[in-house]
């Protein structure tokens, strides 16, 4: 069993920096493929970036692409996306997702075999 735990989310101005962190559990963690998805109420859940074991990475293009940025540490068992330039529309619940030994890109929700709590982020004009 693998226990995620998002952290880093809050309220921010347009323009603003946020990093959101992701904190797994578990002795193997650099063999996860691990991806951010986010989710405003009513909606489905959207894919926003994915890292792979090896540290290839993957954005969406229309909402993430030169604003947001994946990263790992495998030492510390947490991925983070930093998170640039934010936009009201960025607004959304915020989770991680890990997928022990998958070795692709990871943009599908159902790649994922474990998911954290998520983190809210708010962001104000």
């Known amino acids: 069993q693998v226990q995620l735990v998002e952290s880093g989310g809050g309220l921010v101005q347009t323009g603003g920096s946020l990093r959101l962190s992701c904190v797994a559990s578990?002795?193997?963690?650099?063999?996860?493929?691990v991806g951010w998805f986010r989710q405003v109420t009513g909606k489905e859940r959207e894919f926003v970036a994915s890292?792979?074991?090896?540290?290839?990475?993957?954005y969406n293009v229309d909402s993430a692409k030169g604003r947001f940025t994946i990263s790992r540490d495998n030492a510390k068992n947490t991925v983070y996306l930093q998170m640039n330039s934010l936009k009201t529309e960025d607004t959304a619940s915020y989770y991680c997702?890990?997928?022990?030994?998958?070795?692709?890109?990871?943009?599908?929700?159902?790649?994922?075999?474990?998911w954290g709590q998520g983190t809210q982020v708010t962001v104000s004009s």
């Open positions: 578990g002795r193997t963690f650099s063999s996860y493929a």
């Open positions: 890292i792979t074991r090896v540290g290839g990475t993957l």
């Open positions: 997702a890990a997928a022990p030994g998958f070795t692709g890109w990871g943009r599908r929700t159902e790649d994922y075999h474990y």
